[in-house]
């Protein structure tokens, strides 16, 4: 585990708790913020995808490690869809989206 990732994520998440705390933020700077947070996100599960797939790293964690790990990971990813399908349609409902048919299947944009 590199100590250097360790402390550039720990600098990640004093960033974005300092984002979250700013009460006068415009509407342009809640859109930079959420940018800033899907980054962050996105360099995260580009960590997690490398730990999965990697046979040497996961096999250094036992039967309740991982299964831990795998809870959490689910519930964090069931609250997050949860959410995207309710903003989806809280947007869908303020007309946000356009609906097409191609071959047969609805696809939103």
Known sequence: MNANWIER?????????ALK????????EMVKNMRFAFGALSQSLGGWMQWV???EIMSQFDQDELKKMSDKVIDMVIQ?????????D????????????????????
């Open 90 to 109: 809280y947007g869908m409902n303020k007309g946000l989206g356009k609906q097409r048919q191609e071959e047969g299947s609805n696809f939103v944009i």
């Open 9 to 17: 994520t720990q600098k990640t998440i004093d960033q974005l708790e």
């Open 21 to 28: 705390e700013k009460s006068d933020a415009d509407r342009l």
């Open 80 to 88: 997050f869809v949860e959410y995207d399908r309710d903003i989806t």
């Open 53 to 55: 797939n990697s046979p």
